[in-house]
């Protein structure tokens, strides 16, 4: 689940950086404040090239979640931001916001222990405070959500939780699995599994809750008509979250849910990331009301 930053900045400069033309988009980093989680929280939005020229026009608003280990600058240290430029520059990706919060090692939910209520700022703070801030065009047909990694469970979590908000979901190598693996209780200092897990799971992590919040338990009953779903994982993925997206593929199949899903050849990287993002980016690009 921890991303690796340094090897695909230059993958993604070599393969998707491009003369920059007269109509660039830009980057803008700032805080939020959060009285849910009583301190700012960092956020990066990247604006589309018409932005800062053409101040009568409102646009649709992606949210994208980092993977565990990265924050909210992730399209700028990985390149992200570079393919989404090329995109662009290449008439290949329709104009739309893209907000990417700092959300820690929360995996988007609101911790076992409820000290940490992530969620529950992203719905009451910090969407509406986006919307507010930028000129975002109202309404679910105009909202979307995505995220590699931890943060393909923190979209497809909130996406299912809350289908109301969004018209789609999309997920790079989601950190879903079929079933939790054993805990013992952690000894001093605990293991690096439990330490990453145990500040949202609980310590060692509650199989209860685990399951309450895991995009396959919701996958089986949540109301998800007109949400469209994307979805995909590397055949080698390091930890195993092919098989959860397999499982997460055969539940919303058995429930005739319409939804993409791909199991394509790579690892856990942002080299796998990076060649499939950009059909992510087109797929809610297409879906946003033009």
Known sequence: MILQPILPIFLLILCFASPISAATGRIECNSFPSKILTHPVNYCVILPPSYDADKSRKYPVLYFFHGLG????????????????????????????????NAGNSFYINSHDGTVRYEDFLVREFLPGIEARYRTRPGRANRSVSGVSMGGYGALHFAFRHPELFSSVSAHSPAIIDRLPAFSAPAQGG????????????APPDPAFWDRNSPLTLARTANLSGLRIYFDCGDQDDFGFETGTTALDKILTSRHIPHEAHIYPGRHDWPYFAEHLPASLQFHSKLFLP
């Open 70 to 101: 990265d924050n909210e600058q992730m399209f700028i240290h990985a390149g992200g931001f570079n393919l989404v430029q090329d995109l662009w520059e290449r008439s290949q990706l329709g104009e739309f916001l893209i907000a990417t919060p």
């Open 191 to 202: 293991s690096i599994r439990t330490r990453v897990l145990g500040g949202t799971f609980g």
